[in-house]
């Protein structure tokens, strides 16, 4: 539920963040009408918004943001990003999970954005950050 509420986060960068929350969280209560108290749930996005070390996906001076942005690679395959931001100089690739798992699934997920994106992006900087909403950690992959 938080994921889908990130999702709908574009740009905040001049905007009214908490107009732009509260718009955000309408459209996921349509989406889940099963559940009751979604504070917690912003509490999670607002908590993303004000760490320092992860509002600058969210506050983007200079670039583009696309949100669950799909990519398809050259065997035709499907991959969504969840927020790929595309600035002059460099790519920024954002992967929201819920909790950090043992293992390097995440990590080899996100290698392989990293390697579509630089396709996409030739000649710019790639950097690829998973982003884990239980601890708001931040985690650098590198390609």
Same mark, same amino acid.
């Not at 908490?18 to 955000?24: L, P, R, W």
């Not at 200079?62 to 050259?74: A, F, H, N």
């Not at 990293?114 to 950690?137: H, N, Q, R, S």
């Given at each position: 539920?938080?994921? +889908?509420?990130?999702?709908?986060?574009? !740009?905040?960068?001049?905007?009214?963040?908490?107009?732009?929350?509260?718009?955000?969280? #309408?459209?996921?209560?349509?989406?889940f009408p099963f559940?009751?108290?979604?504070?917690?749930?912003?509490?999670?996005?607002?908590?993303? #918004?004000?760490?320092? +070390?992860?509002? @600058? *996906?969210? *506050?983007?001076?200079? &670039?583009?943001?696309?949100?669950?942005?799909?990519? =398809?690679?050259?065997?035709? !395959?499907?991959?969504?990003?969840? @927020?790929?931001?595309?600035?002059?100089?460099?790519? /920024? =690739?954002?992967? *929201?999970?819920?909790?950090?798992?043992? &293992?390097?699934?995440?990590?080899?997920? %996100?290698?392989?954005?990293?390697? #579509?994106?630089?396709?996409? $992006?030739?000649?710019?900087?790639?950097?690829?950050? /998973?982003? $884990?909403?239980?601890? %708001? &950690?931040?985690?650098?992959?590198?390609?």
């Amino acid at each position: 539920i938080a994921h +889908n509420i990130i999702s709908l986060l574009g !740009n905040l960068s001049d905007k009214n963040k908490d107009e732009i929350i509260e718009q955000a969280l #309408l459209k996921t209560k349509t989406d889940f009408p099963f559940i009751g108290d979604f504070s917690g749930y912003r509490n999670t996005v607002e908590k993303l #918004l004000e760490n320092k +070390n992860t509002r @600058r *996906f969210f *506050f983007v001076e200079e &670039g583009t943001v696309y949100r669950e942005k799909e990519i =398809v690679d050259s065997s035709g !395959n499907t991959r969504r990003i969840d @927020r790929l931001i595309a600035g002059k100089k460099e790519v /920024l =690739v954002v992967d *929201f999970k819920s909790l950090k798992e043992k &293992g390097d699934s995440h990590q080899k997920q %996100m290698k392989e954005y990293l390697k #579509l994106a630089g396709e996409i $992006y030739p000649g710019k900087t790639v950097k690829g950050f /998973l982003v $884990y909403l239980d601890t %708001m &950690g931040v985690e650098e992959i590198y390609g």
